[in-house]
């Protein structure tokens, strides 16, 4: 069916070839359809026609092309519908064929930051001044250079003009950039080398101009006899170009070279929405193609649209009043236009109290019109002044059950996680001394490996055994880097064994002189996580999208092994892409799926809208010093005051002289404001934050007088809020709400939301027993009935074997101290320190300084152990077993211990206790001692064969006094104290058979590991 087009519209398709045109008009005006449909008319009146249609941005270039294949059906061999970039990269390749060179190769920006960052080094070692030594290890400050010799390229300036317009408009550092200019430009040269072996790098900025002199030159080239096609100058009928305002004054010079080729040109453009500003676009540039050919221009015909058929109503009116504030770039008359849209936009502003009130109301908006209004998501956008703001602003808007696009990365790709992750394992199985026993534990516990810190910990434990049973002393660190070797006993253990291949496997490739993308294909296969973290790409949420995330910097790290083997060969060793990696100091270019055509809701910049519409569209953050950003661009290299001199003199057809004026600066912000809401078919929302700290913008102040103060709706309509709030409503103490509530639950329930089934509810979950842990029969021991006393939820946990690594190295150190008490009753104390340094070897200390003290500490313990045993009483009995039982009520308590050392005092015995742990029982406390007071009881109770005479008891602490063992004495105990030990045996078995265990606090509590989840602190909650 034919469409209807008005008469601005329908002069614009009458134009017949050959002819230049620029059609200029505003948002809404149909000038990307009619791009479509001048190119499907040249395709359908001539099939063989050959048309070009170009976008300076991909994605739009890409929505182009599947307009033209919807029209037509098919996708003619004849049509090429690109962005400006890979068009002229085309031409480049073309020509690379024709005279017998290899396909050339854009350079990325990163690469393109570590030849300037190597400039600038030596620039700094050979004392070149201009040059700031710090400043020039700041990616910010190279940044200012790139720039400048980027728009150097972009405006044909060469390195003599830059130092003339320097001189002539009293600017050095233009002089200082054309030495870089110069440098730049011998880098590239020498990279691609001499002769066809190596690919010619081709700078972004250059592209288009070298494809416009390819052409011109075309016939004059002379190619080389060898690996050269006979191939045509390209040509084309019809060369199309939607959006030129967002275009780099380059494009101008590579229009003029199609033109001489007999191309007809039809440009598309509207000054008013020039975004793309900061990369080189030139919002005047729709005027300037107007020009004659030898007055700046290429002649087009100014064509004007007149009518607009999107953002109609109070949107139209608020896009007038944005627009009616930017100075005009050569062109005006477009600005009176007529609405014809049936659909009316509105649009509201609304400021908040804070950036989370902000983002849940955008939320509960874009949820509200998805599950009330039926709008996809893909029709919805949400724009920001930058992209800076994107990582908040999506993980709030997933959080409230909103999907949106992924965002592309902006680190170097070095410290995004999985190539970090990769690099480490690389420069471990690579080192070549040996590597800190904590960096090989984190790589264990790292991304690839994945084992957890507790799996680890029992590894080692069962690695700590192999090497005892083999009659091994090796430590901790030492079996740890027994994995990197790939020794015996790491083999025996299965993860351990895995990560050894792998170590081994990348050493045996890059020994063997394989190139870097084949040594990080070793690492990569060998670890295996690639179908894991596909699997987990394809789901949606955070975890998704991290998967995503990761794979995607790992595919582009592969891309650059590969760049740098195809590059150079001799020069492609996994030493070499370190180093390449390590002076990268910018983001590689994203693959990451970025829509994709999901159902999701697209978070972008206004430079990222080229092309594109909504129905529904919110701009965010638009405070005062974000939208608009007045800082003036470029302060140190002045690129703009160097583009205004160039256009400027272009567009009045003499020198001018230039400005670099705050206005300028606004007239960007409200192009890219203008561009924003232009997106939306039939509502903008405006949001900003308005408190102590952040003040909305100049903008909203004059575009809505009477700006309304938005309140953060109560219900976000995300699943995971909709049920909290529906379960707080079951305990309001309101009978008519809790119906309801739970109702509605019973209802999502029903439909599987996740969190509404009661059965899942851990706070709602019956008691998983209310019968007594203990049944029958019952064991007890001194230390534990003390703990029971103390507090029973701290003594049921440690019986639950609930304890830390720390807590554990302790249990060793107590074992090997009391060990040497065994093995050296009577001393002497040389003998039991000798000893205890063959012993140390048992103990997995803790590396660095942590490790270091408490090794001097268990030195110190064996020798307080060894002045006390010389210095003691004769000893009866040593690492004694004591028992008795008790009747408790309706069953037997036994009481068992095993005694350190019993010790003759008269006609009796004493207990000595050892401790190497720093919590003293206090001198005044030591008398109702419960663990005392039940070592005396058992001796008294005939527990021990052949004792029956208490003499008292003595705690030892070894290893926390300088001045030797701190003894703590408790008296005899008399005959009548029996009855109350017997009462605190009883109270403590009634203690642990539950089902309830008491917090209790006490003095305790300031070194109880537990503490951060006890309920008698209050910083906790337990669930059982």
């Known amino acids: 069916m034919d469409k209807k087009w008005d008469e601005s519209q329908a002069e614009v398709l009458e134009l017949r070839a050959p002819c230049a045109a620029c059609v200029i008009g505003g948002p809404g005006s149909g000038k990307s359809s009619l791009a479509v449909e001048l190119a499907v008319r040249a395709l359908r009146d001539d099939p063989q026609a050959r048309v070009a249609v170009l976008s300076p941005d991909r994605r739009a270039a890409s929505d182009l092309r599947n307009k033209i294949s919807v029209e037509l059906g098919y996708l003619p061999g004849s049509l090429q519908v690109r962005s400006l970039t890979a068009f002229a990269f085309g031409i480049l390749s073309t020509y690379a064929q024709f005279i017998g060179r290899r396909e050339p190769e854009l350079i990325s920006g990163p690469a393109q930051d570590a030849l300037i960052k190597e400039r600038f080094e030596l620039a700094v070692q050979l004392g070149e001044a201009g040059i700031d030594e710090e400043a020039a290890q700041l990616p910010a400050y190279r940044a200012e250079f790139r720039d400048l010799i980027t728009r150097a390229a972009e405006l044909e300036i060469s390195p003599a003009d830059l130092v003339t317009l320097s001189r002539r408009y009293d600017e050095p550092i233009w002089e200082l950039g054309a030495t870089l200019v110069e440098d730049y430009d011998r880098a590239l040269a020498i990279q691609s080398a001499v002769g066809h072996a190596n690919p010619d790098l081709v700078d972004h900025a250059r592209v288009m101009t070298q494809a416009a002199a390819m052409l011109r030159g075309w016939e004059a080239a002379t190619p080389s006899a060898e690996g050269r096609l006979d191939l ?115 649009i509201r502003a609304l400021t908040f109290s804070n950036v989370d009130e902000e983002l849940a109301f955008v939320a509960t908006e874009l949820r509200r019109r998805h599950l009330i209004d039926q709008v996809p998501y893909s029709r919805m956008a949400v724009i920001s002044r930058s992209t800076s703001a994107h990582g908040t602003i999506r993980r709030t808007l997933v959080h409230y059950g909103v999907p949106v696009q992924t965002i592309v990365n902006t680190r170097p790709l070095r410290e995004q996680r999985a190539v970090a992750a990769l690099i480490e394992l690389i420069e471990v199985a690579l080192a070549d001394a040996p590597v800190d026993s904590e960096r090989i534990e984190a790589l264990l516990t790292g991304l690839l490996f994945g084992i957890d810190s507790l799996r680890l910990r029992a590894l080692l434990r069962e690695a700590r055994g192999w090497e005892l049973a083999a009659g091994g002393r090796r430590t901790r660190a030492e079996l740890v880097q027994d994995i990197v070797c790939g020794g015996g006993i790491s083999a025996k253990i299965p993860e351990f064994a895995r990560v050894s291949q792998v170590l081994v496997s990348v050493r045996e490739v890059a020994a ?58 001799s020069n492609a060793t996994i030493g070499a892409l370190l180093e390449l990696l390590e002076n990268q100091d910018l983001p590689e270019d994203s693959i990451a799926r970025v829509g994709g055509g999901a159902d999701e809701v697209a978070l972008v910049s206004p430079a990222a809208t080229i092309g594109r519409e909504w129905d529904y569209v919110a701009i965010v953050g638009v405070n005062e010093g974000v939208w608009p950003n007045t800082r003036l661009r ?96 079951l305990r309001s103490g309101d009978p008519r709400l809790e119906r309801e509530a739970s109702a509605v639950l019973s209802q999502l329930n029903a439909a599987g939301v996740p969190g509404a089934d009661p059965r899942g509810w851990i706070d709602e979950l019956e008691v998983s027993t209310s019968e007594p842990v203990i049944d029958g029969v019952s064991s007890l021991s001194p230390s534990r009935v003390d703990g029971l006393l103390k507090c029973p939820l701290a003594a049921f946990l440690d019986k639950s074997n609930v304890r830390s690594e720390e807590s554990g190295i302790l249990a060793d150190i107590g074992k090997v101290v009391h060990g040497l008490a065994e093995a050296f009753p009577s001393g002497p104390k040389e003998a039991i320190v000798e000893a205890c340094e063959e012993r140390l070897s048992v103990i997995e200390f803790p590396s660095g300084l942590e490790g270091v003290l408490l090794r001097d500490r268990v030195k110190a313990m064996a020798a307080d152990l060894g002045s006390y045993l010389e210095n003691s009483a004769p000893a009866v009995l040593v690492e004694q077993d004591a028992c008795v039982s008790v009747d408790g009520e309706g069953h037997p308590i036994n009481v068992r211990a095993r005694i350190d050392r019993l010790e003759a005092v008269g006609a009796g015995v004493a207990v000595v206790d050892f401790k190497t742990g720093r919590n003293k029982v206090a001198v005044k406390d030591v008398g109702d001692n419960p663990q005392l007071l039940l070592y005396q009881w058992l001796i008294q109770a005939h527990g021990v064969d052949g004792f029956s005479l208490p003499m008292g008891a003595r705690l030892v602490y070894v290893g926390d006094d300088d001045r030797g063992p701190t003894i703590r004495e408790q008296g005899p105990l008399a005959s009548e104290d029996a009855d109350r030990v017997i009462d605190l045996i009883k109270a403590a078995d009634q203690v642990q058979r539950g089902p ?10 300031r070194n109880c590991r537990y503490t951060s989840s006890c309920p008698a602190m209050g910083t906790g909650r337990i669930f059982s």
Not at 233 to 261: C, F, H, M, S, Y
Not at 533 to 548: F, I, K, L, T, Y
Not at 996 to 1001: H, K, Q
Request: aromatic share 6%; with cysteine; glycine share 12%.
């Open 232 to 346: 045509a100058k390209p040509r084309w009928d019809w060369v199309i170009v939607d959006d030129v305002q967002n275009a780099t004054l380059a494009l101008r010079t590579l229009l003029l070279a199609l033109q001489e080729g007999g191309s007809s040109v039809v440009a598309f453009g509207d000054p008013d929405v020039a975004v793309q500003g900061f990369r080189g676009g030139i919002a005047h540039l729709p005027a300037l193609l107007t020009k004659p050919v030898g007055g700046g221009g290429i002649g087009a015909r100014r064509m004007l649209l007149n009518a607009t058929y999107r953002c109609g109503g109070q949107a139209f009116e608020c896009l007038g009043k944005v627009v009616s504030g930017i100075h005009t770039a050569g062109v005006g008359k477009h600005r009176e236009k007529t609405v014809k849209s049936a659909e009316q936009a509105a």
């Open 996 to 1005: 309830d265990f008491a917090a209790l606090p006490g003095s305790h509590c």
């Open 634 to 729: 470029n302060p140190l290299t002045k690129v703009p005051k160097l583009v205004n001199i160039v256009v400027g003199s272009a567009m009045a057809g003499r020198d001018i002289e230039p400005t670099q004026l705050v206005s300028d600066v606004i007239d960007d912000e409200l192009r890219m404001f203008a561009q924003a809401v232009s997106r939306a078919r039939r509502e903008v929302l405006v949001t900003a934050e308005d408190h102590d700290a952040a003040r909305p913008s100049r903008f909203l102040d004059w575009l809505f007088p009477e700006i309304e103060r938005g309140v953060a709706s109560p219900a976000t309509l995300d699943e995971t809020s909709l049920v909290g709030q529906l379960r707080q409503g």
């Open 512 to 569: 063997g002189g394989g190139l870097g993308e084949e040594v990080l294909w070793a690492a990569w296969d060998g670890v295996g996580v690639a179908e894991r973290w596909r699997d987990q790409a394809m789901e949606a949420g955070p975890a998704g999208d991290v998967a995503d995330e990761d794979l995607d910097s790992v595919i582009s790290l592969f891309r650059i092994a590969q760049r740098q083997a195809d590059r150079d060969v």
